[in-house]
């Protein structure tokens, strides 16, 4: 895993892969990449509406060969249902920030004011310090998480991004 | 009107699942996990056959599904003997062999408890299945065993593991109380909506490639083992003749087109002959048909056919683009794909349609003639050429014998100097190179085909990590024929150590006497012969071959000086291929 600071490169490519919801299809997704030698930069997996699938949204380090390669392989494993490669432009993402920042009486404004602006909530108030929770764009969590780091971050848990498809708007009769 | 209900136990439920599967025999070993499932085998039509070690049962498995098509069975207990599957299960995922393996489990409750002979085979075996399954309810058992047998066999074949935990087996737990069902075929695939293997090509891509061929003057009919998987030797038969575009069958392919027949140039590869090897390279058009562009095939991969076009029908879309990128990629099942390209190619004009290949045939017929397989006899009171051995062997062999070998030389060898007429006449460990796989894949094949005589070819390494299976032959009548190359070391280590390490010899050499042969394989309750000069080598295989009562060993002493060739080094361009000890490198 990178750190959460590096901004997604090119080389990044984000799978959205439905999956029979059983116990071990998450082991043999993630074997399958850790066997074929590709690193998984996210994950986050749960249940769909329908209980019986699960979706898991994979960000993917891999150059676009080694992708099709690993996109094939997946749709060997007989608990894969469909996987479709989101095209970044043309897909919503979103992903939760956690994060504890120092934030004492004279700071503390300063901070909640950031989080305002990023259209975060504060979660938890300590005396020394404040637990922020945001849903953005990665791109977006990442300033974020730059321009709190002169307050004094404590600690970030990230939960891997979710995907959609863009809804088609072309006008039709 | 409803049925009564039948009920019944895990263990009872599963023997009958296999029953209906159509299984006739099971190669196993009992152990504390699985004994539930043991007792009804007493009282089922199904032959079981005792093996003295789980990896044997692995590999007559796939001896057995090699031979006959049909999915092998082994089923072993939990821990120790499902790591020592574990081999045979890589061994058949590798070469794409329908298999089943059946692991006994520590109770549900005890699972992750590191119990007695506990070990998380799923996870362990994983890598190596196409899939596998820890069956937690008795009820489950009917469906996960009819889906395990229809993922084995169809698409591309491979192993399926499932293991099942004692309790839901054991007659006297509540949890392995079931109610008998047997789902449809429907059921089957309804309940596995990820699993839709494309058989049928896509009719766009098959005309592309039946214009490609009507344009191509220099083609190769790059044929791998799918052709023998998919049943498609006689559709590629009619290919040959339509276009007559040469053939080469690589080591997972012998047999799937006449060695004898004209257009046939034989196996390509690090070992093949110059001619298969060459006509690839030099080739304009690469018709890969249910091969997979392995490195052994290819050597030095950005140096291989480039001046080659390349169509390539396989059942997994993973294999293409894998390696090499086609020029026109078909997804499905190679003998619908070839009999729909046989359509094609007739609806185009058929043979007359063709262009004059004439040139490139004789330029083939060329190689074979300058370049043939060679080998020098030996002198009188010297050793025997390994070579000289399996020309006797094949010529004093019944038409239709059946040839299983393990990994190293005497396998290039028994490849080369073969003469393959039928499919299904050849079994050996290609994509793992499993030695010690070919006694007990030749007892699988016997035991699945009892009329063809089965001879294992065998090396003196490979004899002595799966010989004991010689006693399950012996007890089971199962008489099949080994001949051990024993030229006292392991060969093709030996030689790679020759040629690239200076001649520096580091821990290869195994001693001709020890073991003896003959007394072990007498101990072993098989006959045992020792052949030392070439007169008694005919007179020893006809006798083996008479003999249809218990196995045979055979012993050959060989000469370990000789050396496999032609050789493309690794690594290396197969342009560079080495035809001989004296031959160097031919530009």
Redesign the interface.
């Known amino acids: 895993m990178s750190t959460a600071s590096t901004p997604p490169t090119t080389r990044h490519h984000l799978l959205s892969v439905l999956v029979e919801n059983k116990a071990g299809v998450l082991a043999r997704v993630a074997s399958l990449f850790a066997r074929r030698g590709y690193n998984i930069y996210s994950l986050a997996v749960a249940p769909t509406d329908d209980e019986r699938f699960s979706r898991i949204t994979i960000v993917a380090d891999a150059d676009s060969a080694p992708l099709e390669q690993i996109v094939k392989q997946l749709n060997k494993l007989v608990n894969v249902i469909k996987i479709s490669e989101l095209d970044p432009l043309d897909s919503v993402e979103r992903e939760l920030m956690l994060c504890t920042v120092k934030a004492d009486a004279s700071s503390r404004h300063n901070v909640i004011e950031l989080v305002s602006i990023f259209d975060g909530r504060i979660v938890d108030v300590g005396h020394g310090e404040v637990t922020l929770a945001v849903a953005e764009i990665p791109a977006r969590l990442d300033d974020l998480e730059e321009l709190l780091k002169p307050f004094g971050i404590l600690i970030v848990q990230r939960t891997g991004r979710v995907a959609l498809p863009k809804l088609d708007r072309t006008f039709t009769r | 009107m409803s049925e009564e209900p039948i009920r019944m136990n895990g263990g009872e439920a599963l023997i009958k699942a296999l029953e209906l599967e159509g299984v006739e025999v099971i190669f196993g070993l009992p152990g504390g996990c699985i004994l539930p499932v043991y007792d009804p085998i007493i009282d089922s039509p199904i032959r079981h056959i005792l093996v003295r070690h789980e990896q044997g049962a692995g590999h007559m498995a796939e001896g057995y599904a090699h031979a006959t098509g049909r999915p092998g069975v082994a089923m072993v207990t939990s821990g120790p003997a499902a790591t020592n599957i574990v081999t045979p299960l890589c061994d058949a995922y590798m070469d794409s062999i329908p298999m089943i393996v059946i692991t006994g489990q520590v109770p549900v409750g005890a699972i992750g408890t590191d119990a007695f002979q506990e070990c998380d085979t799923?996870?362990i075996t994983?890598?190596v299945t196409?899939?596998n399954e820890?069956i937690t309810r008795a009820q489950d058992i009917p469906l996960v065993v009819r889906q395990a047998f229809h993922?084995a066999t169809t698409g591309r074949p491979g192993p399926v593991l499932l293991d099942i935990p004692k309790d839901i087996v054991d007659p006297t737990n509540p949890n392995s109380a079931m109610e008998w069902y047997w789902p449809t075929d429907e059921e089957v695939v309804a309940s596995?909506?990820?699993?839709k293997p494309t058989t049928k090509g896509h009719p766009k891509k098959i005309k592309e490639a039946a214009l490609m061929i009507g344009e191509s003057v220099r083609p190769v009919l790059y044929v791998g083992g799918g052709i023998l998987k998919a049943r498609a030797a006689e559709a590629l038969l009619e290919l040959a003749e339509l276009t007559q575009i040469p053939v080469v069958t690589t080591l997972m392919a012998r047999g799937a087109f006449p060695d004898d027949h004209p257009l046939c140039l034989g196996m390509p590869g690090m070992h093949g002959n110059y001619t298969a090897v060459t006509a690839m390279q030099e080739s304009d058009l690469l018709i890969a048909l249910g091969s997979r562009f392995d490195d052994r095939v290819t050597g030095k991969l950005d140096s291989f056919a480039v001046g080659a076009k390349i169509i390539h029908v396989d059942i997994?879309?993973?294999e293409l683009?894998?390696v090499r990128r086609p020029d026109v990629p078909i997804v499905g099942d190679a003998r619908l794909v070839i009999e729909e390209l046989n359509r094609a190619l007739l609806a185009l004009g058929g043979a007359e349609a063709q262009p004059d290949r004439s040139a490139w045939r004789q330029q083939c017929s060329g190689w074979q003639e300058k370049f043939p397989l060679s080998y020098e006899q030996s002198e009188p009171g010297q050793l025997l050429k390994p070579q000289y051995v399996l020309e006797q062997l094949r010529d004093l062999s019944p038409e239709n014998t059946i040839v299983a070998t393990g990994v190293g030389q005497h396998q290039m060898w028994t490849s080369q100097y073969w003469t393959f007429r039928h499919p299904y006449t050849w079994i050996c460990s290609g994509g793992l190179g499993t030695m010690g796989f070919s006694i007990p894949a030749a007892i699988g094949a016997k035991t699945g085909m009892p009329e063809r005589t089965v001879w294992a070819v065998d090396g003196d390494g490979c004899f002595q990590m799966t010989a004991q299976e010689l006693v399950t032959a012996a007890t089971e009548r199962i008489p099949v024929k080994i001949a051990i190359l024993n030229n006292a070391y392991l060969g093709m280590v030996r030689q790679w150590q020759e040629m690239f390490y200076d001649e520096r010899y580091s821990e290869v050499y195994l001693s001709p006497d020890l073991p003896d042969y003959v007394m072990w394989a007498e101990a072993m309750g098989c006959v045992g012969i020792r052949v030392e000069s070439p007169e008694e080598v005919a007179p020893a295989i006809i006798r083996a071959n008479s003999i249809t009562d218990r196995p045979v060993v055979v012993e050959f002493r060989t000469d370990s000086s000789e050396l496999v060739y032609p050789m493309v080094p690794v690594g290396r361009s197969n342009s560079e291929i080495v035809v001989g000890p004296t031959g160097g490198e031919i530009q």
Do not use: E
């Open positions: 799923i996870g994983r890598s196409k899939h820890l993922l596995m909506p990820g699993y997994d879309p993973a683009g894998k």
